[in-house]
């Protein structure tokens, strides 16, 4: 097995990374960007707003990473030379993410033409007049509307108002394809699908859980609450396949100390369960704390439902089935039975390594159950936290941008209007692009992100947005997806404003039900315009007659007037541009055991042992320290080794047994896809795997959680190729 004892997370090496990104931007364009009043446009961990762009809810100071700098860095580029759209689409599509992501800004509207090769510069009216013509020649249920969590909360709910009253329902995020499956897992346990804890919660815990995510990479600020909980004497349990070197070890820049010692113990104990078989050790868990008498009886009876119904279950599942399912021993899991029995606030952190399965919303349940089981959920400095992605990701599901809405935020949202929306459900992401593939979608919308590059098997991706006749796009830069998957059909790419450029202010909710206000204000490029007045000049053309006057409702006070009266719990919104007062959502489960359900108890869900297939390798695909989401700001990965973007990851029995090497050049296999890979030693389970995201998305199938319709990108069944 390769040594990576030696690798520390974060540390010197971080620190003068981020001190020559700052320099690269220019210390006086990164500091005012840093400083400025505006939310983090990266993870929703989140920090910035009111208190100033280093600072979060907590006042800590400075509360900031290298992921915050690197998104800075990428907005503080000039714009994209138009030589550069002299060279044909192929020639474009040569580019790796990290070139595309290096271009510079956009900075002018594109125009590829139906059967062009190249994109031409056009000017904003001949964009939205077109714009506007391809949509209203559209049937609306040939359409979807796709958003990614970069745009903010009054953005966010013009989208889904302009796709609505324009007279379809897929209108869908990408929640679908990263934590769906929390948000319906924590629906059927705790009544509401977002985090019970705030900030504040984790610096009064004894006891944190990390599974299935990886923090030191992901959402680094999450790793100084990591640490302060172990040297106030807690404990931290982390459960990943994977033994990432960040996770044991880390030297927190914020934390001298931590800095000088050469980095800070991070797990007390780590769990190294099989790819996919989380159900199985989170029952085998919760059935110690039966046994040993750990659980909370009182709190059982009076705030829960469904406890014998899961009582019972675990009584007939035998060690012998548990352990064969995780490849965990029985003492190991009656040791993390036994702390956990022993904490008294616990909080439960996971991330995709939880939800990118089939059974991703039975994973969420599962962990809610263990929660429940010891009162550890509608309590202070305990409770159950979902480990978020994109800094907004969590608040445009909050204000609709969604295919079903709750009966009542739809019937409000009608009669605010004086419209009726349609009555037909809409469809997820993977629904729309399936449908796409048909040849059923005429057009489409897409605000940020990059659905091409996210979408699973690479090839379908292709095929199902090149399929769309027309595809609008709202971006600040250009990525894979906007040169790849585009077919003969038409595109129009439109320059959008930064967070901190925003015309107005603008608000995100962060993954602890906090809202920010974002002050917006600083200008870069003349020929970007805000998401929010690109959608109200396009809703007024393509609706002229609609009871929303969609240019004048553009302005974001006029938005957050109505989110406020539509959707429960925003009703603050309507006063922060004036009273500049952030605050936690209401009617959300927090400190108080009341829950969401109808009865208002918390309930435990049976959750059965998914089917896991073992004769072949099971491939987790994962991000790198040096990437956000699908951009990649460096191809070697500092916290594996160096490894490169094709590494494959193998446990080095595995490894003996196949026949092959370290650095060796081999042909990964799946049922939709092959990929060349660098064979990379690892610290992983027996039968596991590992490979970058999105570049091993060919080898990732189309089928989805049937109850959350999210991919299962970290269960692949994979083999090696002579």
């Not at 553009?554 to 605050?583: N, T, Y």
């Amino acid at each position: 097995m390769a040594d990576t004892s030696h690798i520390v997370g974060g540390g010197p090496k971080k620190v003068l990374y981020t001190l020559a990104t700052i320099a690269r931007m220019g210390v006086g364009k990164a500091g005012k960007a840093l400083t400025a009043k505006n939310a983090c446009k990266a993870c929703a961990y989140g920090m910035g707003g009111q208190r100033g762009g280093m600072t979060n809810e907590l006042d800590e100071f400075p509360s900031v990473c290298n992921k915050s700098v690197q998104a800075q860095s990428t907005d503080l580029q000039p714009a994209i030379p138009h030589e550069i759209f002299e060279h044909t689409l192929a020639d474009l599509q040569e580019l790796t993410g990290r070139e595309m992501e290096h271009l510079g800004r956009l900075g002018t509207p594109l125009f590829k033409a139906e059967g062009a090769d190249h994109f031409h510069p056009v000017d904003w009216e001949f964009a939205l007049s077109h714009a506007a013509q391809k949509l209203s020649a559209t049937d609306p249920q040939r359409s979807f509307f796709y958003s990614s969590g970069r745009s903010s909360n009054e953005a966010g709910f013009l989208f889904q108002l302009l796709a609505r009253a324009y007279g379809t329902n897929n209108v869908n995020n990408c929640s679908y394809y990263c934590h769906q499956a929390t948000s319906e897992g924590l629906a059927t346990t705790i009544g509401k699908g977002t985090a019970s804890v705030e900030l504040e919660d984790l610096t009064g815990a004894d006891m944190i859980f990390v599974i299935g995510a990886n923090p030191s990479s992901n959402h680094p600020r999450f790793i100084h609450m990591l640490k302060n909980c172990r040297e106030r004497g807690g404990e931290v349990i982390v459960i990943n396949p994977a033994k990432e070197p960040g996770l044991v070890k880390f030297a927190v820049p914020k934390s001298p100390s931590s800095m000088l010692k050469g980095g800070s113990e991070i797990a007390s104990d780590y769990v190294q369960p099989r790819i996919g078989s989380d159900i199985a050790l989170m029952k085998g868990i919760a059935k110690a704390v039966l046994e040993m008498g750990y659980e909370d009886r009182a709190f059982i009876d009076a705030h829960t439902s469904g406890f014998a119904a899961f009582e019972a279950d675990l009584k007939a599942l035998s060690w012998d089935e548990i352990t064969a399912a995780c490849g965990i021993a029985v003492e190991e899991i009656e040791h993390i039975a036994t702390r956990y029995g022993q904490a008294q606030r616990v909080v439960f952190a996971w991330g995709m390594g939880m939800t990118h399965h089939i059974h991703g919303v039975a994973n969420v349940e599962a962990i809610a159950n263990l929660a429940t089981l010891r009162g550890m959920v509608g309590k202070r400095y305990a409770g159950l936290l979902p480990l978020r992605g994109h800094s907004n990701v969590q608040g445009i599901g909050t204000i609709g941008v969604k295919p079903v809405l709750a009966k009542d935020v739809l019937a409000k949202m009608e009669a605010e209007f004086g419209v009726t929306f349609p009555a037909e459900k809409g469809l997820d992401t993977m629904a729309c692009l399936k449908l796409a593939e048909t040849g059923a979608v005429d057009s489409a919308v897409i605000m940020g992100g990059n659905l091409w590059g996210a979408t699973p098997d690479t090839a379908f991706a292709s095929r199902a947005m090149g399929a769309i006749g027309f595809k609008l796009f709202l971006t600040t830069t250009l990525n894979m997806g906007h040169v790849h998957g585009l077919g003969d059909g038409e595109v129009l790419i439109l320059p959008v404003t930064a967070r901190d450029e925003e015309w107005e202010p603008t608000t995100q909710e962060s993954m602890f039900n906090y809202v920010r206000l974002s002050d917006g204000g600083i200008r870069r490029l003349e020929n970007v315009r805000p998401e929010s007045w690109i959608l109200g000049e396009i809703g007024q053309r393509v609706l002229p007659n609609s009871p929303i006057n969609f240019k004048a409702f553009s302005a974001h006070a006029k938005v957050r007037d109505a989110i406020a009266a539509i959707v429960p719990g925003m009703e603050q919104l309507a006063d922060i541009g004036v009273a500049k007062q952030e605050f936690h959502i209401k009617h959300r489960v927090m400190h108080t055991p009341e829950f969401g359900m109808p009865d208002g108890k918390a309930h435990f869900v049976v959750t059965p042992l998914p089917d896991l297939k073992t004769e072949r390798l099971t491939l987790a695909t994962m991000r790198s320290e040096g990437q956000f989401n699908t951009i990649i700001y460096e191809e070697k990965d500092s916290y594996r080794g160096g490894a490169g973007r094709h590494a494959v990851f193998l446990n080095s029995e595995d490894m003996a047994a196949f026949g092959v090497t370290e650095g060796q050049s081999v042909t990964l296999a799946s049922d939709v896809g092959r990929m060349q890979a660098v064979v990379t030693s690892f610290d992983l389970p027996r039968g596991s795997a590992m490979a970058y995201y999105p570049e091993a998305n060919v080898l990732v199938g189309t089928e989805v959680d049937p109850r959350s319709k999210t991919p299962a990108f970290k269960s692949v069944p994979v083999w090696i190729e002579a």
